[in-house]
Each structure stands twice: as structure tokens, then as C-alpha cells.
């Protein structure tokens, strides 16, 4: 198993639509967790952290469950801004080597 | 704000050349890193350095060398040049990345695309 899965979709919504991304990881040592967002050729940048069992930043939510090992990105009411590729980044036990999900690709139409 | 620089944007090689990625980052960050991204793996990364003086292999450090010049500026350098390190690589640095604060992040360079024929 790799150490972090995601769906490589691409997931294609309408605008208005709410949409869900999974990101299951392996090891169960990882504290907290990572939300980065890719535009097309651009470089990552952080749309949200999780430390505990989730947080909400406007349309965006992310959950954990540590049980399952799997983390969740919700986005509510999608905008045509929100196409981009979501990656899941997990620290399993140390800060300096993060493990980057492949990324789960999000195309929003009118 | 200029943030984290990298040099150059776009480079072709031939195999069994050289070059050097060059990043720098104004943010006066103590941590630097260099990664690859290639389609459907995500990003994995090279070589890192948590503090000026100190460099440490990543994942996958074979065919490359860094260089932690000062606080400011990291290279990656690549001495005989493989169409298998044909990839974007990015540079990143963070400061509070390991430190449990909670505005722990990495802040990345714009990439460099790469292609060795």
C-alpha cells in the first residue's frame, strides 16, 4: 500500500455543486495532516491544516478519522476558481520528509 | 514579495550534461528543500536542509548533489544528467515546519521545468 492514496479523479462538477475528495494514509504515527492546492503548471500552495478531527476555512472542510486513517476534503457551493489539482500531505513522523499524495484533479464547469 | 526564487524556469539538457538549480528565499526561513514532481506520483522529494550548515538525503537523492550556500540560497545540482530526471522540480522553504505551530507551512518556488533528451 502507499503511504498516501487519492483519487486521481478527474472529478467534474457544475458550478454550485458540493464535492468530496479522500486521501487515505498508511502510517498511523502522522499528528496532522495537509490540504495543498495545484493550478495547472503552477507550484503548491497550503489551502488548509488538520491537526485534530477537522477544520472548516468558508466553503472548504476537511476531516479526519484516524481510525480509518483517511482524511477528507469537502468543498461546498464550487466556484469556477476552484478547479485545480488537491493534494494530500502527510508528515508520518517527521516534518522534513512529508509524503505528497499523486493529487486529486477537480474541473468545475458553468 | 518576492518569497522563494527559483533559476531557471525551463532547461533542456543533453544526456551526461550539468547544471545547477539555483533558489534562493527572502523569508529569512531556516529549512530549504528541493523536490521532483512527475505525472501520477506527486511530489517526492531530493534533498533537504533543515538549517544553514546541515543537508540531508530525501527520498530519492540518486544523480543529484546540494549545496546550502548561505541562509538564503540552496542548489540542486545535477552532474551527468539522465533522461530519467526529466521532471518539474521545485524548490521550498518553511520556518515553522516541525515546530507544531499551527501556521506550519511550506512556501514553493514557481518550478523548473526540465527536460534531458
Known amino acids: 500500500r502507499k503511504e498516501v492514496e487519492q483519487d486521481p479523479g478527474p472529478f467534474n462538477v457544475p458550478e454550485g455543486a458540493t464535492v468530496a475528495f479522500n486521501c487515505t494514509y498508511s502510517?498511523?504515527?502522522?499528528?496532522?495532516f495537509f490540504w495543498y492546492r495545484q493550478d495547472c503548471r503552477k507550484e503548491p500552495k497550503l489551502l488548509m491544516s488538520?491537526?485534530?478531527s477537522g477544520n472548516e476555512d468558508g466553503r472548504f472542510t476537511a476531516q479526519l478519522n484516524r481510525a480509518s486513517q483517511y482524511i477528507s476534503l469537502l468543498i461546498r457551493d464550487s466556484k469556477l476558481s476552484d478547479s485545480a489539482t488537491y493534494l494530500c500531505v502527510v508528515p508520518p513522523g517527521g516534518y522534513n520528509k512529508l509524503i505528497f499524495g499523486a493529487g486529486t484533479r477537480l474541473a468545475v464547469h458553468p | 514579495n518576492a518569497g522563494v526564487t527559483q533559476t531557471p524556469k525551463f532547461q533542456v539538457l543533453k544526456t551526461g550534461q550539468s547544471m545547477t538549480l539555483q533558489c534562493a528565499q527572502d523569508m529569512n526561513h531556516n529549512s530549504m528543500y528541493w523536490y521532483r514532481q512527475d505525472p501520477g506520483m506527486g511530489l517526492r522529494l531530493i534533498y533537504y536542509?533543515?538549517?544553514?550548515?546541515?543537508?540531508d538525503k530525501g527520498e530519492v537523492p540518486n544523480g543529484y548533489n546540494v549545496s546550502r550556500l548561505n541562509k538564503r540560497e540552496f542548489s540542486l545540482r545535477l552532474e551527468s544528467a539522465a533522461p530519467s530526471q526529466t521532471s518539474v522540480y521545485f524548490c521550498?522553504?518553511?520556518?515553522?515546519f516541525g515546530t507544531g505551530a499551527t501556521n506550519e507551512k511550506l512556501f514553493f518556488g514557481s518550478g523548473t521545468q526540465l527536460s534531458v533528451l
Open positions: 488538520v491537526y485534530s
Open positions: 536542509s533543515a538549517s544553514e550548515g546541515t543537508t
Open positions: 502510517n498511523s504515527a502522522s499528528q496532522s
Open positions: 521550498a522553504s518553511s520556518d515553522r
